[in-house]
């Protein structure tokens, strides 16, 4: 097998080839233009709020429904403002990390912010 040919987007199989300008992958049947394979991405994916606004780092959030926070009793209230957010690729659906006031650093979900 050629070492230079990337691995199939679906399966991961290492045992692509070419045939023409498209790269097969015998597996699973996938097909895929080459030159799509070669272009990094170089866009991140854009994290959006609750209700569709585009969020960056050092924004500013507001808290939409009270959170449970597991394995104590506090609540983060309805209304609670996030200062100075940080956009991450955290566990599961918590992409923001961030200090809140009275109860510390912790992961937030987008769906359950929204930007002042």
Do not use: F
């Not at 990337?6 to 991961?12: A, L």
């Not at 100075?84 to 769906?111: A, E, F, N, W």
Request: hydrophobic fraction near 35%; aromatic fraction near 2%.
């Amino acid at each position: 097998m050629n070492e230079s040919l990337p691995p199939c987007p679906e399966c991961s199989s290492e045992y692509t080839y070419e045939m023409g300008a498209l790269l097969v992958c015998p597996e699973c049947g996938h097909e895929w233009s080459a030159e799509a394979a070669e272009a990094p991405e170089t866009a991140d994916a854009v994290i959006k709020d609750a209700v569709g606004n585009v969020l960056a780092d050092g924004d500013t959030v507001t808290v939409i429904k009270d959170l449970k926070i597991k394995g104590t009793s506090t609540v983060i209230k309805v209304g609670t403002k996030v200062r100075g957010i940080r956009l991450t690729d955290g566990v599961g659906d918590h992409d923001i990390d961030c200090k809140v006031d009275g109860v510390g650093p912790m992961q937030l979900k987008s769906s359950v912010v929204k930007k002042v």
